[in-house]
């Protein structure tokens, strides 16, 4: 059974960094890029950056420059280091994996942008 368990959210202040981790479970983590998202409240949800199975990312102009994704394959795990934070980078944050026909979703983690 494929779980990602997001974690690292939190409150921080303009400027400030937090590190997001994505734990993925099952066998989908080596082969599948995994993305991450973000929702504010009356916004569209956007796509943060994506690491590709290889070492490729990608990331939303509204970030690059900022943030960086990275996967540990030992831990089945891949983080969004968040710096330079800014109030519009508040929303629920993501993980996703796309398998096949199938997409994975954690239960996303809060971030908080104060001004």
């Known amino acids: 059974q494929v779980q990602l368990v997001e974690s690292g959210g939190g409150l921080v202040q303009t400027g400030g960094s937090l590190r997001l981790s994505c734990a993925v479970s099952?066998?989908?983590?080596?082969?599948?890029?995994v993305v991450w998202y973000r929702h504010a409240p009356g916004k569209q949800r956007e796509l943060v950056a994506t690491a590709v199975s290889g070492g490729t990312t990608h990331y939303a102009d509204s970030v690059k420059g900022r943030f960086t994704v990275s996967r540990d394959y030992a831990k089945n795990t891949v983080y969004l280091q968040m710096n330079s934070l800014k109030p519009e980078d508040t929303a629920v944050y993501y993980c996703?994996?796309?398998?096949?026909?199938?997409?994975?979703w954690g239960q996303g983690t809060q971030v908080t942008v104060s001004s």
């Open positions: 996703n994996v796309p398998s096949g026909n199938r997409n994975y």
């Open positions: 099952g066998t989908i983590f080596s082969i599948n890029p």
